[in-house]
């Protein structure tokens, strides 16, 4: 099961034409928080997803390649939702909120995401499987690049979901997603490198800025939006478990956590402590599938070595 596997979401993808760049739109809406650990990230919409903030709700999330550049992407998002009556009321229009996230894939001849792959990614979303792979916001993903890109390999998305019972809160679901395009290498549970070019001598001729990992989780339990900050902190402790080094200064790794839920429940720390680990292994898998050899032929981006 996939991200899709949490009721009330859809997920879809679109790529630019040729290829090698591309978006990936969750639809809600939802409660949010996010856990910003990298150095470099490339956003929009952040605030509305504080505890603070005056909106309870986002309407959707977006992945994106196309580094700064493709944060224009979001405008088709907006737009299609605009379209549909969703957002939050004004009183004279509804303004859809749709915090978003860039990943680096900038190259020459590559297209960049823009409103009309935001708005195809939001007509074919879909709450059947999420495809994985090369494609939407990792159809130009690479990794392992600390020896310089002639040694990256391929990176993608990968996704993954479980349900859950809790004493508290009843039955539901825990998903999560990940867009992996980072300067580290993916690695198992015992440490050893799956994916990447070996850590090495650091090579250079990389940027700051130039690599990310993007990460959703997904849940329909009653969580508030502090205690969805708090899970997000839990959550994001899964990059350092799956990826080798991680959180550097050419990174901005990035991780929402967002509740389908209706309602909002209080929330036992014993509770709390067991959806952020199960939060956190989901998200550990994803990032491992995202890099999946049997997976790496979904792309229509440029070919890489494995």
Do not use: Q, Y
């Not at 910003?36 to 992945?63: F, K, Q």
């Not at 979001?74 to 009321?89: C, K, S």
């Not at 990059?239 to 550097?248: C, D, G, M």
């Not at 709390?272 to 995202?290: F, H, T, Y």
Request: glycine letters at 18%.
């Amino acid at each position: 099961m996939t991200l899709t596997a949490v009721p009330g979401l859809r997920v879809g993808h679109a790529e630019v034409p040729g290829g090698g760049s591309g978006c990936t739109v969750i639809l809600g809406p939802f409660r949010g928080a996010v856990e910003i650990p990298g150095m470099a990230t490339g956003s929009r919409e952040m605030d509305v997803l504080s505890p603070w903030h005056l909106v309870e709700r986002v309407n959707a999330l977006l992945l994106t390649g196309g580094s700064a550049f493709g944060l224009g992407a979001a405008d088709g998002v907006m737009e299609w939702l605009e379209e549909r009556g969703e957002g939050f009321d004004t009183g004279s229009v509804k303004v859809p909120l749709v915090p978003t996230a860039v990943i680096f894939d900038l190259a020459p001849g590559i297209g960049r995401p823009g409103p009309e792959e935001g708005r195809r990614a939001c007509e074919v979303a879909s709450n059947g499987p999420v495809p994985e792979g090369r494609l939407g916001a990792g159809a130009g993903a690479t990794l392992g690049k600390m020896r310089g890109m002639e040694a990256a390999s391929p990176g993608g998305v990968g996704s993954t979901s479980r349900p859950v019972e809790t004493r508290g809160m009843g039955e539901g679901t825990v998903g999560a997603l990940a867009v992996v395009n980072a300067l580290g290498d993916v690695v198992g549970k015992d440490g050893k490198v799956l994916v990447g070019g070996g850590a090495g001598t650091v090579t250079g001729g990389f940027p700051a800025g130039t690599s990310t990992t993007l990460s959703v989780v997904v849940t329909d339990l009653p969580l508030s939006r502090v205690d969805l900050g708090r899970v997000a902190r839990m959550v994001a402790t899964a990059l350092p478990r799956a990826i080798s080094p991680v959180n550097t200064p050419f990174d901005g790794d990035l991780v929402f956590v967002v509740s389908t839920g209706e309602r909002v429940e209080r929330v036992s720390p014993e509770e709390l402590l067991a959806v952020g680990v199960l939060g956190r292994d989901l998200l550990e898998e994803s990032i491992r599938r995202a890099v999946s050899a049997d997976l790496r032929g979904a792309s229509r981006g440029p070919e890489l070595d494995p």
